[in-house]
Every structure is written in C-alpha cells, then in structure tokens.
Antibody
Framework: EVQLVQSGAEVKKPGESLKISCKCS????????VAWVRQMPGKDLEWMGI????????RYSPSFQGLVTISADRSITTAYLQWNRLKASDTAMYYC????????????WGQGTLVTVSS | DIVMTQSPDSLAVSLGERATINCKSS????????????LGWYQQKPGQPPKLLIY???TRESGVPDRFSGSGSGTDFTLTISSLQAEDVAVYYC?????????FGGGTKVEIK
C-alpha cells in the first residue's frame, strides 16, 4: 500500500527555520516525483515544487522559488520542505503528494502538516 | 501560468440528483503529441487531503464510483456526479498538469439541498 506520512503540526515564530518531512512507503521511492502543495486557510491549492528522489532534481513554482527548499533522502525514503526564515504568511496546511512525472496527476497524498507562524 | 477557473463556487443538490461542476483553463491543456487533455479532478472532504477522482479528463481512479464522470477538451471541462450521495459532500478541484507550475481551480463546494 502506498503511504505518505507527514510530520506533525508545528508552531513557530517569525524568522525561525523549519523543515517538515514526508515519509514515503509502499512503492519504489526513487522512481516517482514528490510534490509539495500549500493550502492556506479556506484557500486554493498551490503547487510549490517537486523533487525527483532518483537524482534529487528539483523544480519550483516561480511563486516559491528562493523562499523554500525541497529535497529528498533516498536512504530513508523521505522528502522534505524547509524554510530558513518563516513569515506569518507561511501559516498554512502543507501536503506532500506523489506523481509519476512532472506532468502527472497526484495519485497519493500525505495527511498534511499544519504550520502556524505567530509571534 | 495557466489559470483554472471553476464554476459555480458552490452548489446545493438534492440527494439522488445530478451535480455539474465546470472548469475552464486559460489555455488549452490538450497535448498534440498524444491527443490527451492534461486535466484531473480531486475531491477534498473536511479535515482530509485531496483525493484524485479523475485524470486524463475522464479516466476514473481505481475505486471511484461510476456516478463520477468527467468530460471536455481543450479549455472547457465538466465533472458530473450523476446521483448525489451524502458522502459526496466535499470541495471539488480541477487541476491542469499540462505544464509547470501545475495549477488548480478555486474549488466548488457541493452540499446537500
């Protein structure tokens, strides 16, 4: 069974750093891309970027380029999303999802990680 | 970026009746190399992640009831729930995966009348 299990909710202050994770199992991790998707409270779904664990290639949405870093560790079949300096506007639910190619639908999703940034 | 516009924002349908959701893309998502529309539909219930319902415009994901169907081509697409059930209450999103950044519609909230 394909499973993407994300790390737990986080409460951070503006300016702090954060790295959240997405543990993937039940499939050949290096052969599928992993995407990160933001959903702000009551808002749309936004594609942030993707990583290919096979060779660590990453692609970012222009809206998120330079603001976050996406990575993957093949040895522990885990993908990551990190921020160096959080802002209050980063408060949102973040989902990881699996896709076969960069131009594919997301066929499995993590349960989501709620990130709250507040002073 | 390709902008995906859904309508209506919300709709209320009686149990057993048909629900129709529209999605329009700002440019064609039909790929000439394989004649496929790079368009999918997702269902998101409260407190849950989205779930893939339909891909390539009209192909149902495994396990999705056949009351869900998708149609359209180019820039105009439709998701139809032929006979609404109580468990179908959710927000539905279309998504284009024709080009990065992949983009979603704003969502349509389906409720019971």
């Amino acid at each position: 069974e394909v499973q993407l299990v994300q790390s737990g909710a986080e409460v951070k202050k503006p300016g702090e750093s954060l790295k959240i994770s997405c543990k993937c199992s039940g499939y050949n991790f290096p052969s599928y891309w992993v995407a990160w998707v933001r959903q702000m409270p009551g808002k749309d779904l936004e594609w942030m970027g993707i990583v290919y664990p096979g060779d660590s290639e990453t692609r970012y949405s222009p809206s998120f380029q330079g603001l976050v870093t996406i990575s993957a560790d093949r040895s522990i079949t885990t993908a990551y999303l990190q921020w160096n300096r959080l802002k209050a506007s980063d408060t949102a639910m973040y989902y990881c999802a699996r896709l076969y190619t960069p131009m594919s639908p997301f066929d499995s999703w993590g349960q989501g990680t709620l990130v709250t940034v507040s002073s | 970026d390709i902008v995906m516009t859904q309508s209506p924002d919300s709709l209320a349908v009686s149990l057993g009746e048909r629900a129709t959701i529209n999605c329009k893309s700002s440019q064609s998502v039909l790929h000439s190399s394989n004649n496929k529309n790079y368009l999918g539909w997702y269902q998101q219930k409260p407190g849950q992640p989205p779930k893939l319902l339909i891909y390539w415009t009209s192909t149902r994901e495994s396990g999705v009831p056949d009351r869900f169907s998708g149609s359209g081509s180019g820039t105009d697409f439709t998701l139809t729930i032929s006979s609404l059930q109580a468990e179908d209450v959710a927000v539905y999103y279309c998504q284009q995966y024709y080009t990065t950044p992949l983009t979603f519609g704003g969502g349509t909230k389906v409720e019971i009348k």
